[in-house]
């Protein structure tokens, strides 16, 4: 079993910056895919940025050269650095894990990130 713990969310003005961390327990992050998806108000859940098991990083055009997802595999922590914070990515976003079935089996419970315009 895998938990995963999202912390860092929180209200911020536009032009901004957040650091989200999700924390995973029961499997090290080096050994699985990790992602961050977000999902609006009213709106579909939807994939962010994602880092494989040999480090390569991925991301949504959205979001492509502001936001930045690495991984500590010492504290077995995933974080998803947001620079130039728009409205538009006001959402919970949550961490997943795909430990070999080529799926995220694995869900946090969210966070929420709110940008003031």
């Known amino acids: 079993q895998v938990q995963l713990v999202e912390s860092g969310g929180g209200l911020v003005q536009a032009g901004g910056s957040l650091r989200l961390s999700c924390a995973a327990s029961g499997r090290t992050v080096r050994n699985s895919r990790m992602g961050w998806f977000r999902q609006p108000p009213g709106k579909e859940r939807d994939f962010v940025a994602a880092?494989?098991?040999?480090?390569?990083?991925y991301y949504a055009n959205s979001v492509k050269g502001r936001f930045t997802i690495s991984r500590d595999n010492a504290k077995n922590t995933v974080y998803l650095q947001m620079n130039s914070l728009k409205p538009e990515d006001t959402a919970v976003y949550y961490c997943a894990a795909d430990v070999g079935y080529n799926k995220y089996d694995y869900w946090g419970q969210g966070t929420q990130v709110t940008v003031s315009s």
């Open positions: 880092i494989s098991r040999s480090g390569g990083t």
